[in-house]
């Protein structure tokens, strides 16, 4: 993961590169550290935490300087501190910055000892640095020393680079992690996302694999994997989504659970005519495409992959599409066999996460018949990689516990099933039933968001105790999966979560009066079977909380139940999210975690 930041620029960009690194804290944020070439020397800083505490630092020094590279780190090999905080440095000469991982770092340590190099730091990322160094002393030039170094590696990265002798220019490297340049008014940048550099650039290039690139002030020169001069394409990015202010609320999930009814109304924007989706909302000639589908392949990671777990009910049930889900991370591994005519859909928030752009990548070299993304973030990898697209347009999502994310997901995953269903024979009510359900969805889900204060009311049961069991059956699994996530992310509960009728074949055992149990229960045809499941539990002493729209003829002695909205059964799934999300914000709150990043994670999951 982690977070790189680059400026040429002819003011001082001290200030510029830390505000950059607070946009991406979302990538990681154990340490952070600067280096700003002046004249003929570096300012070197670093600070173990936050990216405030490198803000301080720099206050205090107070450098000018007008070439410059930042991080903010997510730790992958060495603990967090300063000494393994970037840059890293070589020789006083050369200061590295990087995301991703080095995967051979370890024989190369070995190689650059027997060199003469001395090893500071714990972490995979140092190597590249030395490397540089080591081949300028064999009188190569930097742009020769940063091929040579980048045919030694193996593994993922996005690197920038500054040489105390050269005044002018950042060098860039990139493969298979994220890296871009964003142009301004003589000035030049490059970072991880653009979000980092979004209001002082309005142009942006997105280097490719094996790329490598030079910016000055006043010059960007890319060079592709044969050294060639090459231009990529401009991309303008639309302002609006770099917007990133926490406004009202106290944190960025807070405010991003309450922007879910807008949200979904973006997702359903112009997607929707009539009594139908629209053709091609994937793009152009999708909908031709998907007439041919006979199987689906989903991937994606963490909350993603529940997005997909509920769909892959909804492909089989609407569209009798059957449909298999993999975790990203797993899926290339387990040498899968490809059906004819299977579509390869990947979900994402970020479009960036590394094990699903992996599989994408794998599942591009298999006989799909072709690759569809469901994404948040229309420059991302995934999006720019997949041969259609749909864009959640949720709006940046900053808080890496995923909510907005995760229901315009479900949404588009909704549209997809609509979109597939549409060359089959499905049932003109049924498809006039979902659209007339997915238009009254965010008025349900601003009914969802009142549950608030009933919420409020039993979180401080939940926060006093150290696990928690959610329960649900059928498609409303995934989502009480979603909910202990969503638990056990922010607040450190230990939560699990189980379809009801599991729990006798081993779980129940953990049932007690400490033991909280969240349980979905809406009105469905087995909603009488989760009841005997629930009972199981009353008898064993459980604390049960249970979120209904029906009449459950049973007593709790402890807990409450909880009264959902009516909506129609195919989006309940969306809509007992709501106070799932609620439930963990407010439990996290009451135990005073850092909601919006929690400790030992990140947004943005870029290395595998
Ligand atoms: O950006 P992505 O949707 O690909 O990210 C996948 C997961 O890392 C992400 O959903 C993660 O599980 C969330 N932090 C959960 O809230």
């Known amino acids: 993961m982690c977070g790189i930041i680059a400026a040429a620029s002819e003011r001082n960009v001290s200030e510029l590169l830390v505000k950059g690194l607070h946009k991406m804290e979302y990538r990681g944020y154990d340490s952070a550290g600067l280096a700003l070439h002046q004249e003929n020397d570096i300012t070197h800083l670093k600070a173990l935490g936050k990216v405030s505490l490198l803000e301080e630092k720099l206050k205090s020094e107070n450098p000018s300087s007008t070439l410059g590279i930042a991080h903010t780190r997510w730790a992958t090999h060495g603990e967090p501190s300063e000494k393994n905080a970037h840059p890293h440095k070589s020789n006083e000469r050369i200061y590295i910055v990087h995301n991703g991982i080095i995967e051979n770092h370890l024989e190369l340590k070995i190689f650059l000892e027997e060199e003469g190099y001395q090893i500071n730091s714990e972490t995979d990322s140092e190597v590249i640095g030395h490397l540089l160094d080591y081949f300028l002393n064999q009188r190569n030039n930097i742009l020769d020393s940063i091929y040579l170094t980048k045919e030694k590696l193996d593994g993922a990265y996005a690197i920038a680079v500054l040489d105390i002798k050269d005044g002018e220019n950042i060098y860039l490297a990139r493969s298979k992690s994220p890296l871009l340049i964003g142009k301004g008014n003589n000035e030049n940048f490059a970072a991880s996302d653009p979000l980092a550099i979004g209001k002082l650039a309005n142009e942006f290039i997105f280097l490719e694999d094996d790329d490598v690139a030079v910016i000055s002030k006043s010059t960007i020169q890319i060079y592709d994997a044969t050294k060639q001069s090459i231009q990529r394409k401009i991309t303008e990015i639309d302002s609006e989504y770099q917007t990133t202010s926490k406004g009202e609320y106290k944190h960025f999930m807070e405010k991003e659970i309450y922007e879910q009814p807008q949200a979904i109304l973006n997702t359903l924007d112009g997607r929707v005519g009539g009594d139908d989706v629209r053709d091609d909302i994937f793009g152009i000639g999708s909908s031709e495409l998907f007439k041919k589908v006979k199987r689906i392949q989903i991937v994606a990671c963490g909350t993603s992959l529940h997005a ?16 298999q889900v993999d975790y990203a991370s797993e899926y290339r591994y387990r040498n899968p066999h490809v059906d004819e005519d299977s579509l390869l859909v990947t979900i994402s928030q970020s479009g960036e996460t590394a094990d699903t752009i992996a599989a994408l990548r794998y599942g591009k070299e298999k006989d799909y018949l072709s690759t569809t993304t469901i994404c948040n973030v229309p420059t991302s990898s995934l999006a720019r990689e997949s041969d259609f697209f749909l864009y959640t347009n949720a709006g940046p999502e900053i808080g890496v516990a995923s909510t907005k994310a995760f229901t315009t997901q479900l949404t588009g995953l909704m549209l997809l099933v609509l979109s597939l269903a549409k060359s089959r024979k499905m049932n003109p009510k049924l498809r006039k039933r979902i659209i007339t359900a997915l238009r009254k969805l965010p008025e349900k889900i601003e009914e969802a968001l009142e549950l608030k204060q009933q919420i409020i009311k ?151």
Request: proline share 7%.
């Open 308 to 323: 997909g777990r509920v769909a892959s009910n909804w492909l089989s049930a609407i569209a009798g599409i059957p449909t």
């Open 458 to 608: 039993i979180a401080p049961e939940i926060a006093k105790k150290e696990n928690a069991l959610f329960l649900g059956r059928g498609i409303f699994y995934p989502i009480s999966k979603e909910g202990a996530l969503k638990l056990k992310e922010i607040s450190y509960i230990h939560a699990e979560a189980y379809p009801a009728g599991e729990l006798k074949h081993g779980p129940l055992a953990l049932i007690d009066e400490n033991m909280p149990v969240i349980a979905l229960a809406p009105e469905s045809e087995i909603v009488e079977k989760l009841v005997s499941n629930l009972e199981e539990v009353k008898a064993r002493g459980g604390m049960l909380y249970v979120f209904s729209d029906t009449s459950i003829k049973m007593d709790l002695s402890s807990g409450k139940f909880i009264n959902m909205p009516e909506c129609d059964f195919l989006l309940k799934p969306i809509l007992y999210t709501i106070p799932l999300q609620i439930l963990a914000y407010e439990v996290a709150l009451l135990r005073g975690t850092e909601i919006d990043q929690p400790r030992n994670l990140a947004k943005s999951v870029t290395v595998e």
